[in-house]
């Protein structure tokens, strides 16, 4: 019955951080969102919407609740690593067992945690 993923929802502490850090340092897009009644945005990759940020809402207890993390397939993980370092933005990159994809995880501002997944092929 289910042939692909949707969308992620994140809520935000604070938005425009929290684009900065999806937009700026991860290069999703801003794009057309309805008029929902409260804050946020949706984010695209490749024209399609795959992260819906909701603002302006009590953050849960505990933040994470069940969802443990999101993960993006990427590409540039030379440059991604660079704008993290530039940044300060604490990250852990590591092979995945067998495939040897390269597995870059770090924490958004409200603290989702976030996975991006390159080529094994990528240099560091």
């Not at 992620?8 to 897009?29: N, Q």
């Not at 505990?62 to 933005?89: E, N």
């Not at 995945?96 to 924490?107: I, M, P, S, V």
Request: glycine letters at 10%.
């Amino acid at each position: 019955m289910i042939h692909a993923m949707n969308h992620f929802t994140v809520l935000a502490e604070d938005l425009d951080r929290t684009l900065d850090f999806y937009v700026g340092m991860l290069g999703l897009e801003p794009g057309p969102r309805p008029d929902l009644g409260f804050p946020g945005a949706w984010l695209y990759a490749s024209g399609q919407a795959v992260l819906h940020i909701i603002a302006g809402r009590t953050m849960p207890e505990p933040r994470g609740g069940v969802l443990d993390h999101m993960a993006f397939s990427a590409s540039g993980l030379a440059d991604v690593k660079a704008r993290f370092d530039a940044q300060g933005i604490a990250y852990t990159l590591r092979r995945q067992a067998g495939a040897r994809t390269w597995q870059l995880f770090c924490h958004d501002p409200s603290g989702a945690r976030v996975e991006l997944d390159f080529d094994a092929a990528e240099m560091t």
